[in-house]
């Protein structure tokens, strides 16, 4: 009987099978930490996208909350004049329940203005990208949705047929709802001579610091520009709440405050458009001032307002007064001054004179120190008043563009909380 050993075998299943139960062992093992750290991984890709959303929200109430608790915003104005499209980007601060304060100001200005695309619109966009490439530049991402977006046109676009004008604020319109700002259907519009001196009474009275503090005294404005003039103050005596015409006082409210300003606004009418203006002087000899002043008068009787509350009001002027004033070396050019009215007349006798013998570097030197002087005159500010000239108040240009971007913000929160 043969004897069958089978010693070898078992050994080699007796090492066999621990060996095949560790790896069943290492591989569950590997399955289960595999699993683990997959389902730790998924639970905290889900957490860290909700942490994330949180820390968005932190960091966007960073952005608009400075470490001391002031709100941060901005704000974005178009102005196109007639000479020119500008763009003024405003950095604001505020407290809770305070008025803003202006941080910082960018301004950009191209030329020439947006009434010179009238015949051809299409052209008008590439100067208002440029220039909201600039307001892209200096603000931040995370306000492009919250920045209200503007423009305003004045006296050059006023002046054009009513269809031209419209079909250039239509391409603007196209061109700002492309962009990532905050734009509403108002965003885009011609302002009337009215609202323009309103505007500018904001801006000087924010600068000078008088809509800060109810009670102090506010500053009257006095602007001349291409096509319109304005003069703008907050009446303080009852005569001249009860005596103005209609349409010359107007409530306004900014600020949670209402006040009801003296606002008028007129201008010249004449066809400019595809006209040549050929110019000579006067065959006889004449007094030039006088010719001049003659013919002013006939232009601005009936057409201006006398109100004696204005002497005791002091008046910003800027604007052609500015400029006209420096040109004639009644002010200093770069810093402004202040002058008397009676100063204006002196200087358009003497230009005056002085064209009568000599041809002038301005033309129009003459005419314009005489129809300034005399509109002063008609507005009721006697001889020795005195204004102050000035580009700049506190470094900031002294434009209606920063009254019209607290005003429409100010509309905007109006909504807002009513329709909350």
């Not at 008008?124 to 046109?153: H, R």
């Not at 109810?214 to 103050?233: E, K, W, Y």
């Not at 109100?307 to 400029?323: G, N, P, R, W």
């Not at 507005?379 to 000239?389: C, D, H, I, T």
Request: with cysteine.
């Amino acid at each position: 009987m043969r004897k069958i050993t089978n010693n070898g075998n078992l050994k080699k299943m007796k090492v066999a099978y621990p060996v095949g139960l560790f790896a069943c062992l290492l591989i569950y093992i590997v399955y289960i930490k595999w699993h683990w750290v997959s389902a730790t991984q998924a639970f905290f890709s889900i957490t860290d996208a909700a942490s994330g959303a949180h820390r968005g929200q932190q960091t966007q109430d960073a952005l608009e909350t400075t470490e001391y608790g002031h709100k941060v915003f901005y704000g974005i104005m178009f102005d196109a004049g007639s000479t020119g499209t500008r763009v003024h980007i405003f950095q604001f601060t505020r407290q809770p329940g305070e008025t803003p304060t202006l941080t910082h100001e960018t301004f950009k200005a191209l030329q020439p203005g947006l009434s010179a695309y009238a015949d051809d619109v299409e052209k008008s966009a590439p100067g208002i990208q440029e220039l909201l490439d600039v307001a892209k530049q200096e603000i931040p991402f995370d306000f492009w949705k919250a920045t209200p977006l503007v423009l305003k046109a004045t006296a050059g676009l006023r002046l054009l047929p009513g269809e031209k004008a419209q079909n250039l604020l239509q391409k603007v319109k196209e061109v700002f709802k492309a962009s990532p700002f905050l734009v509403g259907e108002d965003c885009v519009s011609i302002m009337n001579g009215t609202d323009e001196g309103i505007s500018a009474w904001i801006t000087v009275n924010f600068l000078t610091g008088s809509l800060k503090s109810p009670g102090s005294s506010s500053v009257g404005m006095l602007d001349l520009g291409g096509g319109s003039t304005q003069i703008t103050f907050l009446p303080r005596v009852e005569d001249t709440l009860q005596t103005s015409p209609p349409g010359y006082l107007t409530s306004l409210q900014i600020f949670n405050r209402t006040y009801k300003l003296y606002s008028y606004s007129f201008k010249g009418e004449w066809e400019h458009a595809e006209v040549t203006y050929r110019l000579s002087g006067q065959k006889a000899a004449v007094n030039l001032y006088q010719l001049c002043a003659s013919r002013v008068s006939e232009v601005l009787q009936r057409k201006v307002h006398r109100t004696q509350e204005v002497k005791d009001v002091d008046f910003y002027a800027f604007s052609y007064y500015y400029d006209l004033a420096a040109n004639v070396g009644l002010i200093d050019a770069e810093k402004g001054g202040s002058l008397a009215v009676e100063d204006f007349e002196m200087a358009a006798k003497y230009v005056c004179r002085i064209a009568e013998t000599k041809p002038p570097s301005n033309p129009f030197m003459c005419m314009d120190l005489t129809y300034i002087s005399l509109l002063l005159q008609e507005f009721g500010f006697p001889g020795n008043k005195v204004l102050k000239l000035t580009r700049k108040i506190n470094s900031v240009e002294t434009s209606w563009a920063l009254g019209a971007i607290f005003h429409y913000i100010d509309s905007l929160n109006g909504q807002k909380s009513r329709a909350s």
